[in-house]
């Protein structure tokens, strides 16, 4: 008889899900990253010991559709493996809510999103997951989105806080106060082509001692612009993309660009190369304005781009010299496994002057990325990687360090990634 009841209980609620017609389902991430840094974002000090560590990044994606109805929950905790004892009453970072949105779809061309959401477009030079770092990235944000069948417009809000507040109080997290931007996506022909404008506003710090009662809290906002096309063929494909910086940050006045042109050609069904070359406007160290001349790529994916090792651009190399990156790309798939050899030459964009005024060489150093990656199984890939630099004087007066050290990074991750639950 209670079986009975069960298997009815079971039936009804089958039955009541489809009436609906729900979807829903649930996956895992485990990923844990092995790291050697021996010169990793700027030369190793003469006679430091290499920094040596596994990283590990544990989600659980929760996915809900019904009718136009969207949602998706997604927590995480990211970890380093012994930041705290075997018989630790809590974690040291605890969970995190990654992403958390609900989406309306009003008909098959309007929608709407609000919530902690993944911003990411085109090859995330801009506005990217950074999906590398093991936090990840994710914003607070109301967007709006238009679509047809080659076309796609997205606008998007956001404004930051503290807390909640009865009066306006200063906002101290490392973040901007308020954004908003436009994203227009559309294919022309065998082209196609982004529009971005975002808006970016951050509040000038008050200095101490603060006044009583708190004064107008300033916003400078910074605009960032520029289009991305890209288009292919039966054995080839090609981007490129401009974006220039205008406004104010903290005050100054910003006036910058970034440029780059990409090429690949597949040689054969496993084995592709590609050569491209990408310019940031940055700052001659001989100018003395206040204004800002160097890019800044701001929500952008920059692991993946100008080298691995990430010298430029990863929290780093901001309000600074700029960087021309002159690269190449081969890439072999066989069977399970994926190669990729990635060199990269550095050049300054403007003038290095060292300790007594003169003017240095504006060459760098030249990094090479080396990759792999093995499908172990569907839920399962192990990807590892060894870049080296060898930097220049020009490197070292700019990042300090020892150049004449062996300068190296190695990682080792693995993915696993299952679907742990699926109804439809």
């Not at 507040?165 to 082509?193: F, S």
Request: charged residues 15%; hydrophobic residues 40%; glycine residues 8%.
């Amino acid at each position: 008889m209670k079986l009975f009841k069960i298997m009815t209980l079971a039936v009804v609620l089958m039955a009541s899900m489809n009436t609906f017609a729900q979807e829903f389902d649930a996956n895992l991430q485990i990923r844990p990253r092995y790291e050697f840094r021996n010169g990793y974002k700027a030369p190793i000090p003469f006679g430091e010991t290499p920094g040596q560590f596994i990283s590990s990044r544990t989600r659980l994606n929760l996915n809900f559709k019904q009718d136009k109805f969207i949602t998706k929950l997604t927590m995480q905790n990211v970890r380093v493996w012994g930041d705290v004892a075997p018989n630790t009453k809590a974690d040291a970072n605890g969970v995190q809510i990654f992403e958390a949105w609900a989406q309306y779809n009003f008909n098959e061309k309007w929608s709407t999103r609000i919530g902690r959401q993944v911003i990411s477009y085109d090859n995330q030079r801009i506005l990217g997951e950074a999906d590398w770092a093991q936090q990840a990235q994710s914003h607070d944000a109301l967007s709006v989105t238009y679509k047809n069948k080659k076309s796609q417009l997205d606008l998007a809000v956001a404004y930051n806080a503290n807390g909640e507040t009865d009066i306006a109080t200063p906002y101290t997290v490392a973040n901007y106060k308020a954004m908003q931007y436009a994203w227009y996506h559309t294919e022309l022909g065998k082209i196609n082509m982004s529009l971005l404008f975002l808006n970016t506003g951050y509040e000038n710090k008050l200095v101490a001692p603060i006044p009583t009662p708190t004064p107008e809290l300033k916003v400078d906002y910074m605009q960032t612009f520029g289009t991305y096309m890209n288009t292919k063929g039966k054995s080839w494909d090609g981007n490129l993309w401009f974006y220039g910086q205008t406004g104010k940050s903290t005050t100054y006045t910003v006036s910058a660009f970034d440029a780059a042109l990409n090429f690949n050609y597949a040689l054969t069904d496993k084995f592709k190369a590609g050569l491209g070359y990408e310019f940031l406007s940055g700052k001659s160290q001989a100018n003395t304005s206040t204004d800002i001349k160097s890019f800044n790529p701001i929500f952008g994916t920059n692991h993946g781009l100008n080298g691995y090792m990430d010298y430029f651009y990863v929290g780093n190399h901001k309000n600074s010299v700029g960087l021309q990156d002159v690269f190449l790309k081969f890439g072999y798939n066989v069977n399970k496994w994926q190669f990729a050899l990635l060199p990269h030459v550095f050049n300054a964009a403007n003038t290095v002057l060292d300790a007594s005024g003169n003017e240095m060489s504006n060459y760098l150093g030249t990094e090479v990325d080396l990759t792999f990656g093995y499908s172990v199984h569907k839920f399962v890939n192990i990807t590892g990687g060894y870049s080296q630099m060898f930097a220049t004087d020009t490197m070292q007066k700019l990042k300090g360090g020892d150049v004449d050290h062996t300068n190296n990074w190695a990682w080792l991750a693995v993915n696993v990634n299952p679907q742990i639950f699926s109804y439809k």
